[in-house]
């Protein structure tokens, strides 16, 4: 059955009576259906009206559902991993009417998130660390003696990650009382990749159960299915079953990304998270302005024209970071690891050291996983691979898992890393280019969505560590670095300040400050990211070895956690619109 998209609140009798678990539980499992029906139903109506994670919260109802029904939540512990598929689970647990507020200021959280819920068990933003969470909750409980069930549920691509298996392993040594659920629909954001996602489809299209449970009963779990898991008449006695169990347990069901709604069963990765639901028969509005993205990805295909050595390695998120068209054009020379952002930087240099030359495309809050390796298999070694970071700074709607908040201050500290911040999309591609050139680790910064539409016409790289005058002005010079450029210009022409696009957090242009402190007794910085340990500490910490005595005002992205909005209200929030720059820079004249 496929739906259509509501234009007004649907009818949902049933759901309506629904607030919180035990009511479910009051009803029959011949009215779950209906039940499963009706918050379809809902979800697609409030998710059409906020926009958010879509596919993934359609394809996991019956699932939902059905742990809700056979658990006693919220003492029993449920974690949902990734955490995009909770839509409906938050529906149940007391959230339906602010289901419609989801993703906007003072709204609710697009992951779980302990504060919001006692029904939210862990916070899972990121992928693969249900299971570890997991088991120290089954380890806990043991410990105090409480009975509980625990229950965690992988998929959506989740599987993938190394993180995912270590839980596993350790779990089968504690014989801890543990329920995974792997939710198998062949999806992750993208298609999944590697070696596991095609074991599991292989298997479940000959039908090999038996060598598939093969596989995790090495590791000591009690494995049962595959099963529908949109089916409660498969799902239900498999979950009972699995629930009655002791120890390790692994339940694999097999679900449809977007289960219910035909534009997303065709299609799961455009629909995988959407602004708003057009009724179908319409189009998608998209963006004409090329995002920072896109013009990365332009980029890359013409260094891959010009350059045999050229390599793209992404973790998982090929969309995201605008690698579809280098993924088609460079078939051998594409590298999607699944999610795996360790085996991602660790895999590069290993091709950095075999003399080809490695962009790793990833996330700013994503290679954060990544740190260890980042230090010991590249920077120490001095290996050659330029790191394109996507989503730096603040993300929006996606809150503060996905904020890229803290790049500059983990990355400035590695010896010998050069630190690049563009202001628009001309300076992105001049800035690739100068990290590709550059021999040794690399990193360019650059924000979601579009900036300023300025596209290169021709693409050279800058003279390493060079920063730019663009206004001369007095009293007072506002040092930008990055995407904020806008809102200093705004502020420099109101108040008559001079202005310099840095371009570089490291090598920091020393030489341009030196220029600056003789006749502008207060410095700015400026910098969408963490005002501790960023570009501005960097700033001030030259300041401080040259013993210079001038005033420095450093303006980012305050010490604490910035909620979910769009990100021109978390830009305000943070006083990194033009008023609240012109409103701080005011207050020290």
């Given at each position: 059955?496929?739906?259509?998209?509501?234009?007004?609140?649907?009818?949902?009798?049933?759901?309506?009576?629904?607030?919180?678990?035990?009511?479910?539980?009051?009803?029959?499992?011949?009215?779950?259906?209906?039940?499963?029906?009706?918050?379809?139903?809902?979800?697609?109506?409030?998710?059409?009206?906020?926009?958010?994670?879509?596919?993934?919260?359609?394809?996991?109802?019956?699932?939902?559902?059905?742990?809700?029904?056979?658990?006693?939540?919220?003492?029993?512990h449920l974690i949902w991993d990734v955490g995009h598929q909770s839509?409906?689970?938050?529906?149940?647990?007391?959230?339906?009417?602010?289901?419609?507020?989801?993703?906007?200021?003072?709204?609710?959280?697009?992951?779980?998130?302990?504060?919001?819920?006692?029904?939210?068990?862990?916070?899972?933003?990121?992928?693969?660390?249900?299971?570890?969470?997991?088991?120290?909750?089954?380890l806990a409980d043991r410990l105090q003696g409480l009975s509980r069930?625990?229950?965690?549920?992988?998929?959506?691509?989740?599987?993938?990650?190394?993180?995912?298996?270590?839980?596993?392993?350790?779990?089968?040594?504690?014989?801890?009382?543990?329920?995974?659920?792997?939710?198998?629909?062949?999806?992750?954001?993208?298609?999944?990749?590697?070696?596991?996602?095609?074991?599991?489809?292989?298997?479940?299209?000959?039908?090999?159960?038996?060598?598939?449970?093969?596989?995790?009963?090495?590791?000591?779990?009690?494995?049962?299915?595959?099963?529908?898991?949109?089916?409660?008449?498969?799902?239900?006695?498999?979950?009972?079953?699995?629930?009655?169990?002791?120890?390790?347990?692994?339940?694999?069901?097999?679900?449809?990304?977007?289960?219910?709604?035909?534009?997303?069963?065709?299609?799961?990765?455009?629909?995988?998270?959407?602004?708003?639901?057009?009724?179908?028969?319409?189009?998608?509005?998209?963006?004409?302005?090329?995002?920072?993205?896109?013009?990365?990805?332009?980029?890359?295909?013409?260094?891959?024209?010009?350059?045999?050595?050229?390599?793209?390695?992404?973790?998982?998120?090929?969309?995201?970071?605008?690698?579809?068209?280098?993924?088609?054009?460079?078939?051998?020379?594409?590298?999607?690891?699944?999610?795996?952002?360790?085996?991602?930087?660790?895999?590069?240099?290993?091709?950095?050291?075999?003399?080809?030359?490695?962009?790793?495309?990833?996330?700013?809050?994503?290679?954060?996983?990544?740190?260890?390796?980042?230090?010991?298999?590249?920077?120490?070694?001095?290996?050659d691979i330029l790191f394109a970071i996507d989503r730096a700074g603040?993300?929006?709607?996606?809150?503060?898992?996905?904020?890229?908040?803290?790049?500059?201050?983990?990355?400035?500290?590695?010896?010998?890393?050069?630190?690049?911040?563009?202001?628009?999309?001309?300076?992105?591609?001049?800035?690739?280019?100068?990290?590709?050139?550059?021999?040794?680790?690399?990193?360019?910064?650059?924000?979601?969505?579009?900036?300023?539409?300025?596209?290169?016409?021709?693409?050279?790289?800058?003279?390493?560590?060079?920063?730019?005058?663009?206004?001369?002005?007095?009293?007072?010079?506002?040092?930008?670095?990055?995407?904020?450029?806008?809102?200093?210009?705004?502020?420099?022409?109101?108040?008559?300040?001079?202005?310099?696009?840095?371009?570089?957090?490291?090598?920091?242009?020393?030489?341009?400050?030196?220029?600056?402190?003789?006749?502008?007794?207060?410095?700015?910085?400026?910098?969408?990211?963490?005002?501790?340990?960023?570009?501005?500490?960097?700033?001030?910490?030259?300041?401080?070895?040259?013993?210079?005595?001038?005033?420095?005002?450093?303006?980012?992205?305050?010490?604490?956690?910035?909620?979910?909005?769009?990100?021109?209200?978390?830009?305000?929030?943070?006083?990194?619109?033009?008023?609240?720059?012109?409103?701080?820079?005011?207050?020290?004249?």
């Amino acid at each position: 059955m496929f739906y259509t998209i509501p234009q007004t609140r649907p009818s949902t009798p049933l759901l309506d009576k629904i607030s919180s678990p035990a009511d479910l539980r009051e009803l029959t499992a011949a009215q779950l259906p209906d039940l499963a029906y009706q918050l379809r139903a809902f979800l697609l109506y409030s998710v059409g009206q906020t926009g958010g994670h879509f596919g993934a919260g359609l394809g996991v109802t019956e699932l939902t559902i059905a742990l809700h029904y056979l658990l006693e939540t919220p003492e029993d512990h449920l974690i949902w991993d990734v955490g995009h598929q909770s839509y409906p689970h938050k529906i149940l647990t007391g959230r339906r009417e602010a289901l419609l507020s989801i993703r906007q200021k003072g709204g609710l959280a697009p992951f779980p998130r302990i504060s919001e819920s006692p029904y939210d068990d862990f916070g899972t933003g990121h992928s693969s660390t249900s299971v570890s969470a997991a088991l120290g909750m089954a380890l806990a409980d043991r410990l105090q003696g409480l009975s509980r069930k625990t229950v965690a549920v992988i998929g959506d691509g989740a599987m993938t990650a190394g993180m995912a298996f270590e839980g596993l392993n350790h779990a089968a040594h504690t014989g801890a009382d543990l329920l995974v659920i792997l939710n198998d629909n062949d999806m992750s954001i993208s298609h999944n990749e590697g070696g596991l996602a095609t074991y599991l489809a292989k298997n479940l299209k000959d039908k090999m159960g038996a060598t598939t449970a093969a596989l995790f009963e090495a590791l000591d779990f009690h494995y049962s299915g595959p099963v529908d898991g949109n089916n409660f008449e498969q799902l239900l006695p498999a979950l009972k079953q699995a629930l009655a169990g002791t120890g390790p347990q692994f339940l694999h069901i097999t679900t449809v990304k977007g289960k219910g709604y035909a534009p997303a069963e065709k299609d799961p990765i455009g629909y995988h998270a959407i602004t708003k639901i057009e009724p179908i028969g319409q189009p998608k509005v998209t963006k004409k302005q090329p995002t920072f993205a896109s013009v990365f990805g332009q980029w890359i295909c013409q260094q891959a024209d010009q350059d045999l050595r050229t390599v793209a390695i992404t973790p998982a998120m090929s969309e995201g970071s605008g690698l579809v068209e280098f993924s088609r054009t460079y078939i051998e020379r594409y590298f999607d690891v699944a999610i795996a952002e360790q085996h991602a930087i660790t895999l590069a240099a290993g091709m950095a050291y075999r003399g080809l030359k490695p962009v790793v495309a990833i996330y700013s809050t994503f290679l954060q996983r990544g740190y260890d390796q980042l230090i010991h298999d590249v920077a120490i070694q001095e290996l050659d691979i330029l790191f394109a970071i996507d989503r730096a700074g603040l993300v929006g709607e996606d809150g503060a898992t996905h904020a890229g908040c803290y790049d500059i201050s983990y990355l400035r500290c590695i010896p010998d890393m050069v630190i690049m911040t563009p202001s628009d999309e001309q300076e992105l591609s001049n800035l690739l280019q100068t990290g590709y050139e550059y021999s040794g680790p690399a990193a360019v910064r650059y924000p979601r969505g579009s900036g300023r539409g300025n596209i290169a016409n021709s693409i050279s790289a800058l003279p390493l560590g060079k920063a730019t005058l663009l206004r001369q002005g007095n009293k007072a010079a506002i040092l930008n670095f990055g995407p904020l450029l806008p809102q200093a210009t705004i502020a420099a022409e109101q108040l008559d300040l001079t202005l310099v696009d840095m371009r570089f957090v490291k090598p920091l242009d020393q030489e341009m400050i030196d220029q600056l402190v003789s006749d502008h007794p207060l410095l700015i910085t400026l910098e969408d990211h963490s005002v501790k340990g960023g570009a501005g500490s960097e700033v001030s910490e030259y300041l401080h070895t040259k013993n210079y005595n001038n005033k420095l005002l450093t303006l980012g992205i305050p010490d604490r956690w910035i909620e979910h909005a769009s990100r021109e209200q978390q830009l305000q929030e943070c006083g990194l619109d033009s008023s609240g720059i012109i409103a701080a820079v005011s207050d020290i004249l």
